[in-house]
C-alpha cells in the first residue's frame, strides 16, 4: 500500500461511542452535562484489573473458533492501556455472544461468515492465522477490513467491521446487566458516575467538581426499574440495531 494506514486509537473509538447506552434510567438532564475524562491508571493499577475479571468460561452462540477470533478482535477495537482496561477486561466478546442467542440473532450467520472471512484474509495476506499474528499485523488486518480492502467477504469487508465495532461499544458502554462493562470498566474509562434516579444537591455540586465518586449500580438494581429478558424464546422480531432488543442497552437517558 503506497499510503500510510491509518491507526485505530482508543480515541477514533470514544469519538464514535459517545456514550451510546451508558445509562438505563431517566436521569434529570442536568446530568447529561459531559463528565471530565477518567484520570490514567497507575502502572500497578491495569494489572489489578485484569486480574479481577473471570476466568475463562463458555460461549453459548459462538464455536470455540469464533469466540478466540472475536475476542482477539475486540481486544484490538478496544484494547486496555495506561486509561484502563479494554474490551477484552469488559467481557465485549460475552456479551455479543450472549446477544446472539436473542435480539442479535439475525446477525448469527454474518459473524460465521465475517469471522472465518477475516482469518482467511489473514492467512492469505499475512500468511498466517489472524490469532498469531502480532498485535501490530492484528490492526494491519482489521484496518484493511474496515476500508472494505479485505478479500474472501460476500461484497466489502466494511460492514462486517462496522457491525463488529458498533456491538463492541455496546459491550464496553451499555448497562452491565446485558454481559459487557464488566466490574464498570466502560464506565469508570468514560468517568459516567452510574445511574441515579435521584440527585441531591451535593450530588449535583459534586458532578460539577468532577468529584461524584461512581455508584457502581446497573439501571435494574433499582426496584422501580423493569427487568428486562437477556435472550428470547423466538426471534420473530430479531434484528440489527435498529430493532428494539431486550439483550442490548436501552438508551433512555444518557449520561454525557
Known sequence: MDEQPRVITRRDILRGAGLIGAAAVTTPAILLSTPAPAEPLVADQV?????????????????????????????????????????????????????????????????????????????????????????????????????????????????????????????????????????????DLLGYPGVRTLVSGADQKALEANQLKPNRKSAYDYVGFTKATARHDTHDDAGDDTAAHDSEPKEVARGD
Open 47 to 187: 494489572p489489578a484489573a485484569r486480574a479481577a475479571i473471570p476466568a475463562l468460561e463458555a460461549f453459548e452462540n459462538l464455536t470455540a473458533t469464533e469466540a478466540d477470533l472475536l475476542e482477539a478482535v475486540v481486544d484490538r477495537l478496544i484494547p486496555s492501556d495506561a486509561l484502563g482496561p479494554g474490551a477484552k477486561e469488559a467481557r465485549v466478546a460475552h456479551y455479543i455472544d450472549r446477544a446472539l442467542g436473542g435480539a442479535l440473532a439475525s446477525s448469527r450467520q454474518a459473524y460465521a461468515a465475517g469471522l472465518s472471512a477475516l482469518d482467511g484474509y489473514s492467512r492469505t495476506s499475512r500468511g498466517t492465522p489472524f490469532l498469531e499474528l502480532s498485535p501490530t499485523d492484528r490492526d494491519a488486518v482489521l484496518i484493511d477490513c474496515e476500508a472494505g480492502g479485505a478479500t474472501g467477504f460476500a461484497g466489502s469487508s466494511a460492514p462486517f467491521f462496522n457491525m463488529v465495532l458498533g456491538h463492541t461499544r455496546q459491550g464496553m458502554f451499555g448497562d452491565p446487566y446485558y454481559g459487557g462493562n464488566a466490574n464498570f470498566v466502560g464506565w
